[in-house]
Nanobody, 120 residues
Framework: QVQLVESGGGLVQAGGSLRLSCAAS????????MGWFRQAPGKERKFVAA????????YNADSVKGRFTISRDNAKNTVYLQMNSLKPEDTAVYYC????????WGSGSWGQGTQVTVSS
């Protein structure tokens, strides 16, 4: 299992920006597809964005398209989520996840999460 540690969360006003980072312990990090998910209080965890192992393919949830960008630096074993034009409804705990190609997110590795709070 890959160990994942998220950072970069915090409190920001609506319209502001944050960049989340997720550092992986695995030296074969570049073999993993990486994703970001979020869970708001009282709601189920939802997909936010994902990036393929090479960084050449990305996916975004409709709710964040045009505002969030996922990227990765395989030399640093880190995946990022740049969040711009933040809205109060983006408030949630954000989780990083890793899975090998062909695997499922549920069977992959997860971080502990980082809190993002957007004030109106």
């Amino acid at each position: 299992q890959v160990q994942l540690v998220e950072s970069g969360g915090g409190l920001v006003q609506a319209g502001g920006s944050l960049r989340l980072s997720c550092a992986a312990s695995e030296r074969t990090f570049s073999s993993y597809n990486m994703g970001w998910f979020r869970q708001a209080p009282g709601k189920e965890r939802k997909f936010v964005a994902a990036i393929g192992w090479s960084g050449g393919t990305t996916y975004n949830a409709d709710s964040v398209k045009g505002r969030f960008t996922i990227s990765r630096d395989n030399a640093k074993n880190t995946v990022y989520l740049q969040m711009n034009s933040l809205k109060p409804e983006d408030t949630a705990v954000y989780y990083c996840a890793a899975t090998l190609p062909g695997g499922t997110w549920g069977s992959g590795s997860w971080g502990q999460g980082t809190q993002v709070t957007v004030s109106s």
